[in-house]
């Protein structure tokens, strides 16, 4: 059962506008999201994170958006550029099951491809 | 220089064969991870190392041994594999394996199971 879910497989945005990423996680224990970027034949690359006792986080262009009582976080590119065209990956980070204390593990969506069109 | 460096990125494998992928990371870093990323699915933790000490092994067949020398080395030492295991293999890296902190990853290895 996906405890992250990245519901959007694409997206495409015109080139100046804003892109907005959504996800969803079902898991109330998580207590930080981080998002990364990955393109093609390259690994994931660290975006932007937020505590869960934040609802926003934002650094330069990228807004993180924290909605804990939907469990529901948002990434906010503006203004997209064609160089953002990537799949980005939504993670959360909990306590692994099973595990010692300290024993976090990061659970990720499978990802949204966006497009940046010229 | 890319901070976290695996190889080899491409591996064709027979299912009796055996083979170690490489991972090497340049951040001073003290936590180690192999994930799996299989085709339309998130990536899976396999494994977890802290200070060189295996602290997680998250329900993985023992045909995946992994090997961590030092903190700034990590194997994974496949072998008898399945089609199945057929994925990308990533590794990353943290500076410690509290919560929050970013991990950093390699480019992985696409490995092909015939």
């Known amino acids: 059962d996906q405890q992250v879910k990245q519901n959007s497989p694409s997206l495409s945005v015109q080139e100046g506008r804003i892109s907005i990423l959504n996800c969803d996680y079902t898991n109330s224990m998580f207590d930080y999201f981080l998002w990364y970027k990955k393109y093609p034949a390259e690994g994931p690359t660290f975006l932007i994170s937020i505590s869960s006792i934040k609802d926003k986080n934002e650094d330069g262009r990228f807004t993180v958006f924290l909605n804990k009582s939907a469990k529901h976080l948002s990434l906010h590119i503006v203004p997209s550029q064609p160089g953002d065209s990537a799949v980005y990956f939504c993670a959360a980070s909990g306590i692994l099951r099973n595990s010692g204390a300290g024993s976090y593990q990061l659970t990720f969506g499978k990802g949204t491809k966006l497009s940046v069109i010229p | 220089e890319t901070g976290v460096t695996q190889t080899p990125r491409h591996l064709v494998m027979g299912m009796t064969n055996k083979k170690s992928l490489k991972c090497e990371q340049h951040l001073g870093h003290n936590a180690m991870y192999w994930y799996k990323q299989s085709a339309k699915k998130p990536l899976e933790l396999m494994f977890v190392?802290?200070?060189?000490?295996?602290?997680e092994n998250n329900s993985v067949p023992s045909r995946f041994s992994p090997e961590c020398p030092n903190s700034s080395h990590l194997f994974l030492h496949l072998h008898t594999l399945q089609p199945e295991d057929s994925a990308l293999y990533l590794c990353a890296s943290s500076q410690t394996k509290t919560s929050g902190q970013p991990q950093h990853f390699g480019d992985g290895t696409r490995l092909s199971i015939l």
């Open positions: 190392y802290n200070f060189k000490e295996q602290t």
